[in-house]
T-cell receptor, first 112, second 111 residues
Framework: NAGVTQTPKFQVLKTGQSMTLQCAQDMNHEYMSWYRQDPGMGLRLIHYSVGAGITDQGEVPNGYNVSRSTTEDFPLRLLSAAPSQTSVYFC???????????FGPGTRLTVL | ELKVEQNPLFLSMQEGKNYTIYCNYSTTSDRLYWYRQDPGKSLESLFVLLSNGAVKQEGRLMASLDTKARLSTLHITAAVHDLSATYFCAVESGSNYKLTFGKGTLLTVNP
C-alpha cells in the first residue's frame, strides 16, 4: 500500500492563479481531510469528508474548494491564489475502525 | 469552540534528562493524539489515547490522559539527541475524525 499520496510536492503560483492539490489514499478509508500548517500555528483544518459525495468546512475554509467523487481521491482547489495561502498542505485519511489518522507527505505552496 | 494549548512551545534539554510536555484542551473529547514531526517531513503518529487514565509507552516516551482535567502529558525519559523534533498534540471532537492541533513543542536535545 502506498498509504496517502500527495502531488505536487512543491508549487509556486502567482497571485490570482488557480490550481488543484491532489490527494489519494489506497486504504479504503472513509474519512479524508485537508490541513494547512503555518509557522507557530500548528495544523488547521480546511475541509473534510466523511465519504464519497459528502464534504464539509473546517476551521479555515475560505479560498478553498473540495469535492469527493470517489473514496480514494480528495482534491483541494485554490480558485484564485493569494499570498496568504502560502503554506504547507497536508492531506490525511482515517477509518472509524482504526484509531489513527494517516498523513500524506505534504505539498509546499508558495504564492507570489 | 475547541481550543488546544501546548506548553512549553520551546524546550531545550540535555541528554539524559527527563521532561514533560503538557497539552490542555477546552471541551470534552473522544480521542487525543500525539504526533512527531521532523523538519520538512510529515507527521508521524506516536500515540492515540482513548479513555480517562489511559497510559501508553514507546521507548523513552510515555503519554497519559486525564479527561476530567482535560490534560494529556508526554513524558520524555533520559532524552537522547534522536528525540529532537516538534511534537504536537491533537484533540478529536465529534465522531468524524476532525482534529484540533496544539501549536507544537519544538524539542531540542543537546549532547
Amino acid at each position: 500500500n502506498a498509504g496517502v499520496t500527495q502531488t505536487p510536492k512543491f508549487q509556486v503560483l502567482k497571485t490570482g492563479q488557480s490550481m488543484t492539490l491532489q490527494c489519494a489514499q489506497d486504504m479504503n478509508h472513509e474519512y479524508m481531510s485537508w490541513y494547512r500548517q503555518d509557522p507557530g500555528m500548528g495544523l488547521r483544518l480546511i475541509h473534510y469528508s466523511v465519504g464519497a459525495g459528502i464534504t464539509d468546512q473546517g476551521e479555515v475554509p475560505n479560498g478553498y474548494n473540495v469535492s469527493r467523487s470517489t473514496t480514494e481521491d480528495f482534491p483541494l482547489r485554490l480558485l484564485s491564489a493569494a499570498p496568504s495561502q502560502t503554506s504547507v498542505y497536508f492531506c490525511a485519511s482515517s477509518s472509524p475502525i482504526r484509531n489513527e489518522q494517516f498523513f500524506g507527505p505534504g505539498t509546499r505552496l508558495t504564492v507570489l | 469552540e475547541l481550543k488546544v494549548e501546548q506548553n512549553p512551545l520551546f524546550l531545550s534539554m540535555q541528554e539524559g534528562k527527563n521532561y514533560t510536555i503538557y497539552c490542555n484542551y477546552s471541551t470534552t473529547s473522544d480521542r487525543l493524539y500525539w504526533y512527531r514531526q521532523d523538519p520538512g517531513k510529515s507527521l508521524e503518529s506516536l500515540f492515540v489515547l482513548l479513555s480517562n487514565g489511559a497510559v501508553k509507552q514507546e521507548g523513552r516516551l510515555m503519554a497519559s490522559l486525564d479527561t476530567k482535567a482535560r490534560l494529556s502529558t508526554l513524558h520524555i525519559t533520559a532524552a537522547v539527541h534522536d528525540l529532537s523534533a516538534t511534537y504536537f498534540c491533537a484533540v478529536e471532537s465529534g465522531s468524524n475524525y476532525k482534529l484540533t492541533f496544539g501549536k507544537g513543542t519544538l524539542l531540542t536535545v543537546n549532547p
